[in-house]
């Protein structure tokens, strides 16, 4: 794995863009983020994480 810039983005169950976040030169391996969600509103959401060639997405539910 090499370090990157690592791109978050929430999605809400429409499918529709609510937030994006970039966080610049993460070294690689294991990381831990703290995601601001303090305009969306509670409900479920997809987490997509791109950083390089990889892609990943979770279901996540924001709860206040």
């Known amino acids: ?3 990157g810039t690592v791109r978050i983005e929430l ?13 610049r030169s993460l070294p690689a ?16 959401y997809f987490c997509t994480m791109t950083c390089g060639a990889a892609h990943f997405t979770r279901k996540i539910r924001i709860m206040k």
């Open 29 to 44: 391996g294991e990381q831990k983020i703290a995601l601001d969600e303090s305009t969306l509103p509670d409900g479920n």
């Open 1 to 3: 794995a090499e370090p």
């Open 11 to 23: 999605l809400d169950e429409s499918g529709v863009l609510r937030s994006t976040q970039l966080f």
